[in-house]
């Protein structure tokens, strides 16, 4: 049986802070961490009147701010825009961004996926890529009320015109709120034909505490801490003592969930209605 052991656990407070030009580089996910084998993440801390830039190369980046006290700035395509907590930048290969830090110091996820191959973007463009921010990104809720999310990269997830929020399957990424005592189902990944070894798949949590069960193993995780679980590692993941805020990540999207707990509807989730009082939407996830 799967037990902890199975998954990495890494907190980025107790990571080695490697001092870097635009501040401090701590890797908390790679191959000689986690196993990870399409899915590098480093948290960043870019210091008070400082600049990060990123250039995507022949890779996927994903750069989010979790936290900006006194602001700052995200210049991307020509544009600038707030670097605020919620912000971010997908940067498909060849693009590139930077983060200021004016007021104070931010600090960011940044996460790196190779580009995958024709089968697992299934037709899709690949590109451009995109700013977002909490107010241009749909919250979802699920069919137990207890989570809500916020997808910042999700191919199949459609803004209010219709469009497709994501051009790409190199990545799924989102914030997730757990309310106190809400859960995800005792779930699996598993591969696909076009992705046979499976996403490298990880939690990175904000802010509250959360357990983690792998088998009959739970531990409780602290703020700041990324878990790691290889393909077809079973898991849940619960909220304690208050609501849980926290990351998750998915590269590359190509794979297929199995839920091996009674919820039967643990993985339906539904827009949260546009007026109050309106009708919810399901996310149709094909
Ligand atoms: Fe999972």
Redesign the pocket.
């Known amino acids: 049986m799967a037990n902890m052991s199975d998954v990495s656990i890494i907190n980025w407070n107790k990571a080695e802070a490697k001092p870097v030009a635009s501040g401090l580089e701590r890797t908390i996910c790679n191959q000689g961490l986690c196993g990870s084998k399409t899915l590098d993440v480093y948290h960043r801390t870019v210091s008070q009147g400082r600049r990060f830039e990123v250039q995507a190369g022949n890779e996927y980046h994903l750069v989010y701010v979790i936290e900006a006290p006194k602001g700052g700035t995200i210049s991307f395509n020509s544009k600038s825009h707030a670097a605020e907590a919620g912000a971010g930048v997908l940067l498909v290969p060849g693009e590139s961004a930077s983060f200021e830090a004016s007021g104070s110091d931010l600090q960011m996820l940044h996460m790196v996926t190779p580009k995958p191959p024709a089968a697992v973007e299934q037709g899709l463009p690949g590109g451009p890529g995109y700013f977002f921010n909490r107010k241009t990104l749909r919250p979802l809720t699920d069919a137990s009320g207890g989570r809500v999310r916020r997808f910042c990269v999700e191919s199949t997830v459609r803004l209010l015109d219709g469009s497709r929020l994501t051009p790409t399957n190199a990545i799924q990424a989102g914030e997730m709120r757990y309310h106190d005592g809400g859960s995800?189902p005792y779930?699996r990944?598993v591969g696909t034909p076009a992705n046979p070894d499976g996403p490298s798949?990880c939690y990175i949590t904000f802010k509250g505490r959360g357990v983690v069960q792998v088998g009959d193993d739970t531990q409780e995780i602290e703020p700041g801490t990324l878990v790691f679980?290889p393909t077809g590692v079973p898991?849940r993941l619960r909220a304690k003592g208050g609501p849980l805020d926290y990351f998750e990540l998915q590269a590359w999207k190509s794979f297929k969930?199995d839920v091996l707990s009674e919820e039967k509807l643990g993985l339906k989730w539904y827009y949260e209605p546009v007026a109050p009082g309106g009708a919810r939407v399901e996310w149709d996830q094909t």
Do not use: Q, V
Request: cysteine-free; overall charge neutral; proline content about 0%.
């Open positions: 995800s779930h990944h798949h679980f898991h969930t």
